[in-house]
């Protein structure tokens, strides 16, 4: 059997340092208080977007949009960016040989 594009490996990328948007993932915010707003706004947003539904009506769902946006789409997307945004900047991808690994920055101290 021929290797194709689906089964070929790919050559591992170069090393190079990231700068500060490559150490973010696509869903990461600038910082965890901030991607804690967005939860909170997104969250509610939802949230308010039913309950409010039998006193306003159909107009409380014009909240739903409001709540997925600031959730980047769903709130799954909202905890990914989370992880993101808290690892961002303490693991660094490294890659030696085509293998690529995840090693810690900075100083390398076991927790016991």
Do not use: N, Y
């Amino acid at each position: 059997m021929t290797p194709d594009s689906t089964t070929a490996t790919r050559p591992a990328p170069p090393d190079s340092t990231p700068d500060a948007a490559d150490a973010r993932g696509g869903f990461a915010s600038a910082t965890v208080p901030r991607h804690l707003a967005r939860g909170a706004i997104g969250f509610g947003a939802l949230a308010g977007s039913l309950a409010l539904l039998p006193v306003t009506g159909p107009a409380s769902l014009l909240l739903a949009p409001v709540g997925l946006v600031a959730l980047r789409g769903c709130p799954m997307c909202w905890a990914i960016g989370l992880m993101e945004t808290v690892s961002a900047g303490r693991l660094r991808r490294s890659c030696t040989d085509g293998r690529c690994e995840l090693k810690r920055s900075g100083p390398h101290d076991p927790a016991h």
